[in-house]
């Protein structure tokens, strides 16, 4: 159990190119979870996949946003034409199937600079 | 929409002092969690409260939920420097996704 890794750990753009970004879950846990966190602020939820499946999304998940995970094992989160709004660090998380009831395990995180 | 509140937002407290950070949400749950985040770094758990009368305790941090209050505390008790990182609470309701408080920073001073 290696725990959740996340690639890159930094990414600087500029504005209007796209990014994409990698999370590894824990090798048991079939829920993954993005979150964003800007300065300052918890982190808020965007989206959330149980094996392959999507299963939810948040309003924050505008149409440049998308997330993929189709082994039901890694993740992808891509940004399309980015904006300097986009400035954040973007964080997965993974849950065990068998206790949903479990708290989440935060991997380190990548930090995403629009300029 | 569900909102969770954490007061305060910024804390300072001098070593050896006791202090309680609170945490109130606006819908019924009983899934309550608490994390720690140091600057930069990820969010590491603390606490995980399931049922309302939760009380969990780990070293000089306590935490305990009231579900029909929908407020959970996170009590300090003989503060160490090594406490000082910003600490979130979490609600989860249906198990797809946390709504995080919007943290305490808290700073523990010698």
């Known amino acids: 159990d290696t725990g959740v890794s996340q690639d890159p750990r930094h990414k600087i753009t500029k504005r209007g190119q796209n990014v994409t970004f990698r999370c590894d879950p824990i090798s048991e846990h079939n829920r993954l979870y993005w979150y964003r966190q800007t300065l300052g602020q918890g982190p808020e939820f965007l989206t959330y996949f149980q094996n392959e499946a999507q299963l939810e999304k948040s309003r924050l998940l505008s149409d440049r946003f998308s997330a993929e995970r189709p082994k039901g094992s890694f993740s992808t989160l891509e940004i399309q034409r980015t904006e300097q709004g986009d400035s954040a660090m973007y964080l997965c998380?993974?849950?065990?199937?068998?206790?949903?009831?479990?708290?989440?395990?935060f991997g380190p995180g990548t930090r995403l600079t629009v300029t | 929409e569900l909102k969770v509140e954490q007061n305060p937002l910024f804390l300072s407290m001098q070593e050896g002092k006791n202090y309680t950070i609170y945490c109130n949400y606006s819908t019924t749950s009983d899934r309550l969690y608490w994390y720690r985040q140091d600057p930069g770094k990820s969010l590491e758990s603390l606490f995980v409260l399931l049922s309302n009368g939760a009380v969990k305790q780990e070293g000089r941090l306590m935490a305990s939920l009231d579900t029909k209050a929908r407020l959970s505390t996170l009590h300090i008790t003989a503060a160490v420097h090594d406490l000082s990182a910003t600490y979130f609470c979490a609600v989860d309701i249906g198990g797809n996704q946390f709504y995080f408080g919007t943290g305490t920073s808290l700073t523990v001073i010698p």
């Open positions: 998380a993974s849950r065990p199937a068998d206790r949903p009831w479990s708290e989440q395990y």
